[in-house]
């Protein structure tokens, strides 16, 4: 059931968004941070969202009774730090930015130890509270913190694969972005497929596959795929130790959470990159994978295959795959543990 076109994206048509019954109720864990208030204010202005629940151990309320002013018909409530609980109760979508974001110098795995419990804690109430929630994972290292969030639901007994996204859409953004710089072409026609995880070389962009990216060649190749891995630093070392990309994650975030909602709704042919549990390199030990993923009712309906790759996109891979299975074993064990 696999197909090769991912040809409809997160830009489709909003044909579905005025329907009122097909409304949903949204928490956001981590709704007082640097992502999660602007989050917050894009999801705000979803018609797809009913009910917009902001849950933070510092300064939701406030962040709420802010965004509540906005004059889109969504219900938006504020939880403190004690009602984690009623935050999720009715919940359809979770979407997770909790946690503590990289000073320059660091890596997204220098977050682990951090990270790694708070996406536990937060996973194992949504097990006990909305156990049929899609989870959307942005608090970093994604390619760890999506499989503790996997193995805590598995101990709750309540684990379905197709209810859990590691958000890339940054990488994804950030590609058609660059590559838009190098070309000259406008942003949607460099819609670029970004596979593979979610930090430095476990990025893979699919440059070869589309039109204005196959033309890019030689020094520019190396150096555009460089930036589309490396783009987070870019920002924390610009924002000089007051944190990693806010603006530009909370667009990203809510691009897929719309996208997530549309196929929930109905909407026929959502496809966009995420980091989600895939076959696609199970033989090689790698349990979890982005690559092209068709969003539906139930969530992920079908992961598409990578497509045909150059011979440069086949040694990123390579170099991809090992430290990706290092991810996520150390996110496995780290459950296993807990
Ligand atoms: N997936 C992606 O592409 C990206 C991921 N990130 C990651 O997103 C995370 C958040 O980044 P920022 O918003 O910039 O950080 P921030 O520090 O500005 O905000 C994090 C928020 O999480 C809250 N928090 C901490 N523990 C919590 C808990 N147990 N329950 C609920 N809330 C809790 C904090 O009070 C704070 O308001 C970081 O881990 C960062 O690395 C950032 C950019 C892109
Ligand atoms: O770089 C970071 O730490 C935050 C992040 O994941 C990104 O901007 O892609």
Redesign the pocket.
Known sequence: MFSRSASRTFTQSRQFSSSAARQTKVAVLGAGGGIGQPLSLLLKQNKLVTSLNLYDIRGAPGVAADVSHIDSPSKVTGYPADQLDQALEGVKVVVIPAGV??KPG?T?DD?FNTNASIVRDLAAAVARVSPEAHLLIIS?P?NSTVPIVSETLKKAGVYNPQRVFGVTT??VV?AARFLSEVTGAHPDECKVTVVGG??GSTIVPLLSQIAHGKGVKGETYDKLVHRIQF???E??KAKDGAG??TL??AYAGAKFADALLRGLSGEKGVVTPTFVKSDLFAQEGIEYFSSNVELGVNGVENIHPLGPLSAEEEKLLAACLPDLKKNIEKGEAFAAQS
Do not use: E, I, Q, T
């Open positions: 974001p990289r660091m997204r977050l970093n994604v940054l990488d950030r979610h930090s783009g987070g630093d920002v924390v990693s990309a530009s994650m």
